[in-house]
Each structure stands twice: as C-alpha cells, then as structure tokens.
C-alpha cells in the first residue's frame, strides 16, 4: 500500500517570501511523484513532477521540488511567493496501483 | 500540455433525478480514466478507474449501481449519478491517462452537482 503525509494542512506567508511545501509518502516500490495546484472551484494542474533521473525537478510558476529517497520525502518549494500562489496544494505518489494516491492538501496563504 | 474537459462545469437537479457529466481528453487517446469527488476543504476521493471498453472498477463504499461509469471511448467517460439526492452534492473531478503508470494524469475543470 502507499501513502501521502502532507503534515501542513495550511502555510501562511507574506509575498515576496520563500515557501516550503512538506510531503512525506510511503511505498514498498518505487514511486513515481507529483505536486498539483487547485485553484478555488476549479480542477488539479501539474505543477512537476519526478518520475526519474535528477532528483531536483523544476515546475511550472517558479516551483521546484527535490525527491529524497532515504528520507521518503518530495517537498516542494518557491523562492519568493507571490499573491496568485494563493491556492490549494497536492502531492500525490503513483507506485504503479493503476492511480495516483493524494495527501490531504495543504492550504497555502500568500497575503501582501 | 495535455487537456480534459468536463461537461457541464455546474449542473442543478431534482432530488430523484439522474444527471450525466461528461470528461473528455481533448488531445491524447486516454486509456484509463479516473473519477473523484471532493468534499469541500478536503483532498479528492478516487470513486473508481475505468478502462476504455471494459467495466470501471470501482472503490469500496462506491455504489455502482449509483454511479454509473462508462468509457466508451479512448476520448470520452461518463459519470452517471441516478436517483440523486442532497447528499450527492458535491465537486466531482476527472482525470485520464494514456499509457501506463508513470505517465502523467491530468484533470478536469471539475463538475459542482448541487441536488435540490
């Protein structure tokens, strides 16, 4: 079985500021890896996503994300935030079970 | 990148009645798609995967007798919401796939069901 921690239900930050975004996963095989971003009432986009080779993967919007094996990890992360960043963030694991297995999200706030 | 559409965006309907809501992948063949509800503030629930051309497989607690799947096509599945009721009101997503595991999923806009 698999499964997705995503510790921060919500990340309060001021714009202009750097942003870690946490997500732990769990699998007995190896893992493809995966960050969507929901915007209010609306469906999931890719942000990136590792499936393999380097192990710092660049997105879409500024993001990027560094795959730790060892520590079962794929945080996500932004130099410098701004307001449209506001938005609902998913971290999903895909060990070959057909779909994708999401953490509970994390509420990122960007306030000015 | 790649594009789903779903059909209609938001749809009103009489308690007891069925509603259909479209997903369509717009330019790539999707083999596999992906139904999902999503309760308000909360991650997606996977309802259940289907195959083009072959029964969906859906997931424990999914009534599949209430949510009928069907993908007919490498384009185009259906979610089929019968006898609707209030408790049916909710944020219904999908996604498709071409290929196998690995590959990237993409989704749609999304469908808000509001049973009256």
């Known amino acids: 079985a698999q499964s997705v921690t995503q510790l921060d239900s919500q990340v309060p930050v001021f714009e202009e500021a750097p942003v870690e975004l946490r997500c732990n996963y769990s699998?007995?095989?190896?893992?493809?890896l995966f960050w969507y971003v929901q915007y209010p009432n609306q469906g999931l986009q890719l942000l990136l996503k590792?499936?393999?080779?380097?192990?710092l993967v660049k997105g879409i919007n500024g993001f990027e994300a560094e795959f730790n094996k060892s520590q079962t990890s794929f945080h996500l992360r932004k130099p410098s935030v701004h307001i449209s960043d506001t938005a609902e963030y998913f971290c999903a694991v895909d060990s070959g079970y057909s779909t994708l297995t999401f953490g509970k999200g994390t509420m990122l706030l960007v306030s000015p | 990148g790649a594009v789903v559409s779903q059909h209609p965006s938001r749809v009103i309907c009489k308690s007891g009645t069925s509603v259909k809501i479209e997903c369509r992948s717009l330019?790539?063949?999707?083999?596999?798609m992906f139904w999902y509800r999503q309760f308000p503030k909360q991650s997606l629930m996977l309802m259940a995967t289907s195959n083009e051309g072959s029964k969906a497989t859906y997931e424990q607690g999914v009534e599949k007798d209430k949510f009928l799947i069907n993908h007919a096509s490498l384009t185009l599945s259906t979610l089929t919401v019968t006898s609707a009721h209030p408790e049916d009101s909710s944020f219904y997503i999908c996604?498709?796939?071409?290929?196998?595991?690995?590959?990237?999923?993409?989704f749609g806009e999304g469908s808000w069901l509001t049973v009256v």
């Open positions: 699998s007995s095989v190896s893992v493809y």
């Open positions: 996604s498709a796939r071409a290929g196998t595991s690995g590959n990237t999923i993409y």
């Open positions: 590792y499936l393999s080779g380097s192990t």
């Open positions: 330019d790539f063949q999707a083999t596999t």
